[in-house]
Each structure stands twice: as structure tokens, then as C-alpha cells.
């Protein structure tokens, strides 16, 4: 078994829509970046390729490449998902949280869990999706921001 360990941080902006774990949250201001800035499965794509040995999705997906600007971050997973699966190994399960202060994400946790749940090809049992706050302190208490961490068992079918 491998162990990978993924975190991500985006500005919340007007303007743009609020993407978690797929899941479009309604709310005033949404996570500013090149791609959808799904802070939660950046945060997972990194994870992933952390554990099967690459570099970040900063490499694998530049955002100087026009091709991801708006990219759907779930269709990109797909990609880490399939990437690892060419070096052999497989996605076991995922423990992710957000820090948030807003929006609510409590009513939208199920909904990402089963996306990343697809994305992954797992059940929804071997993902889970937690979110707290920072209870007001720092950037994210301030609520400029939103942050994820993700960390996710690999098993390996042929130890390298």
C-alpha cells in the first residue's frame, strides 16, 4: 500500500461560480483560478499523484495551458485516476476535509462524496468527505479563501 497526501488553496472571487467536489454550491463569490478552482479535488488529484510518485497537478496541468482554463477538475481526476492506473496502482479509499467558514457545506457533503466516489471508482463507503471552519482565524476565517486536504491509500499491483 502507498499513502498520498494532497492540499489546495483558492481566493474566493465574485464572480465566479463555487465548485466543491464537483458539486456548483450557490453562493455571492466563488474560488478564483485558472481551471473550475475545485479546491477538493485538486486537493485529491495531488494526493493521487503524490503516492504513485509524480509531481503535483501544477505539472501534469499548468495554468499556462490554455486547454485547462475553465477545465472541470472532476474530468482531470479522471486523468490522475487513469495515470495511475498505468503505473499500476489503484485508488483504495480517500479521506478528504474543507476548511471553510462560507458557504454552508453541510447540506452538499453527500453530493461530493459521490462524485469523487465515480471519479475514483469506489463506493461511497471508501470516501469520506468531512468540512469545518477555521473558526475565524487566518485567511480562511477571514473568509478570503477556501483550503482542502485529501489523503488516499494507493495499492500497488507490482511494487516498483
Given at each position: ?9 483558492h481566493r474566493l472571487a465574485p464572480g ?44 501534469h496541468f499548468p495554468n499556462t495551458d ?59 463507503g471508501r470516501v469520506a468527505v468531512k ?30
Amino acid at each position: 500500500m502507498l499513502v498520498g497526501f494532497g492540499y489546495d488553496v483558492h481566493r474566493l472571487a465574485p464572480g465566479r461560480p463555487c465548485i466543491l467536489g464537483g458539486v456548483r454550491i450557490p453562493h455571492e463569490r466563488g474560488l478564483l483560478g485558472h481551471s473550475d478552482a475545485d479546491v477538493l479535488v485538486h486537493a485529491v488529484m495531488d494526493a493521487i499523484l503524490g503516492a504513485i510518485g509524480q509531481r503535483d497537478i501544477g505539472q501534469h496541468f499548468p495554468n499556462t495551458d490554455p486547454r485547462y482554463e475553465g477545465a472541470d477538475s472532476l474530468a482531470l481526476l479522471r486523468l490522475v485516476v487513469g495515470l495511475a492506473g498505468e503505473s499500476g496502482c489503484r485508488v483504495r479509499n480517500l479521506d478528504s476535509t474543507v476548511v471553510a467558514e462560507e458557504p454552508m457545506l453541510a447540506p452538499h457533503v453527500e453530493g461530493m462524496k459521490r462524485n469523487l466516489a465515480e471519479a475514483l471508482g469506489l463506493s461511497a463507503g471508501r470516501v469520506a468527505v468531512k468540512a469545518t471552519t477555521n473558526e475565524g482565524l487566518g485567511f480562511i476565517g477571514a473568509r478570503e479563501g477556501i483550503a482542502a486536504f485529501a489523503v488516499v491509500s494507493v495499492e500497488e499491483s507490482e511494487p516498483a
